[in-house]
């Protein structure tokens, strides 16, 4: 896990491994900051959404007992929101680095979409 200081806040980027260990641990909460519909056709178990554009840091749970860990598709939008989030006066933020597209390449499962059905699948 990387560690940046902005201003009083800490920022940390972490690694799909450390990601998964943590929520297996019941340490963290993941956010997915895509849209309604990538979130929808694919998105890690257990991950809340929040999508970038409805983005409200005030609606953020506390993190006294779990930290936050927001994802995207590739980290480029979980990194800004996560700034965001520090800039509306969040003092503890993380997100994952490569989105869940690293996710998918580190072969961790998810949850996608039975295309022959449209049902929701577990994928491993």
């Not at 989030?85 to 998810?110: E, L, R, S, V």
């Amino acid at each position: 896990m990387k560690s940046e200081k902005v201003g009083e806040a800490t920022f940390e980027t972490w690694t799909v491994d450390e990601v998964q260990t943590a929520m297996e641990a019941g340490e963290v909460v993941v956010i997915d900051v895509r849209t309604p519909q990538e979130y929808m056709f694919e998105h890690i178990d257990g991950a809340l959404l929040m999508p970038m554009a409805f983005f409200k840091a005030k609606a953020l749970p506390g993190q006294s007992d779990k930290q936050i860990v927001l994802h995207c598709g590739s980290g480029m939008r979980s990194e800004k929101v996560s700034r965001a989030a520090i800039d509306a006066g969040i003092t503890k933020i993380a997100h994952m680095d490569g989105g869940f597209g690293a996710w998918k390449a580190a072969k961790k499962p998810y949850i996608g979409t039975n295309m022959g059905t449209g049902a929701p699948q577990k994928v491993e």
